[in-house]
């Protein structure tokens, strides 16, 4: 053996394990196993969450990006809805819901004023009794026989029965009393005014249950508020609000 090689094997044998340790660690790193004779080839660590720790930023990152837009997109919509609020108000708080709750109110005041004819024929049969004093007029000269007559003329005065004529026209006041049977038929042609409260009828009830059912979301949208300078915030931000609900 040549002294070159007996060198090199007595340096090989007397490296501690302190030494050796870190040639191991490098070969590993290395990738090349072989470059120590007899060493235990050191096994590769486990790659299997590399990819989720590369992905894992990436995906939070496109979150909060679509996050931020989305929030930017509520944002400009609720500002533009927002500048239309008193008109969307007035479209369904005082047209649509208020205009069912008032007339609901106005319908249960309200009354049914008609005229009805009444055009028609009325059979009538009935008996009269008529008791009363009138005058006659004597239609033609009517004959009294027997009348008690009295005179006096010339000093002669008669008081005995006669008969006596009185002409027609003569005018004679006499007591009726008798009854009169009527029957006949009688046409009726007359207007009949008709005016019936409806708060009186049946349909009250079902009125108030209306106006019940439609209160809660007519009183949800504020009908005391009509304008910006109604909100109790614009009051102190008159500036703000006046240029923000701008029509």
């Known amino acids: 053996m040549s002294p070159e090689k007996i060198n090199t094997e007595t340096k090989f044998e007397l490296q501690t394990p302190q030494q050796t340790a870190p040639a191991a660690e490098r070969v590993a790193q290395s990738g090349s196993p072989d470059a120590l004779p007899g060493s235990k080839p050191v096994s590769e660590p486990v790659k299997t969450q590399k990819p989720r720790r590369a992905f894992m930023p990436a995906f939070w990152t496109i979150a909060s990006v679509l996050s931020l837009v989305i929030n930017l997109i509520l944002i400009l919509v609720l500002v533009l809805v927002g500048r239309e609020l008193f008109i969307l108000k007035a479209m369904v708080g005082d047209n649509l819901l208020g205009g069912l709750y008032t007339n609901f109110i106005y319908m249960d005041q309200a009354h049914i004023k008609t005229n009805i004819t009444v055009a028609d024929t009325i059979p009538i049969n ?93 009183q949800m949208l504020w009908p005391q508020i009509k304008a910006p300078q109604d909100v109790p915030l614009c009051k102190t931000l008159s500036l703000f609000c006046g240029f923000y609900f701008q029509k």
Do not use: C, W
């Open 126 to 218: 009935f008996t009269l009794p008529i008791s009363q004093d009138t005058v006659v007029v004597l239609t033609q000269d009517t004959r009294i026989k027997g009348a008690m007559v009295n005179l006096t003329s010339g000093g002669v005065s008669i008081n005995s029965p006669a008969n006596i004529i009185l002409p027609a026209g003569t005018n004679l006041p006499v007591h009726l009393e008798l009854n009169v049977p009527v029957t006949t038929n009688v046409p009726i042609n007359i207007n009949v005014p008709v005016d019936i409260p409806l708060q009186e009828t049946e349909l009250h009830k079902p009125f108030i249950g209306l106006q019940q059912v439609v209160a809660p979301f007519y």
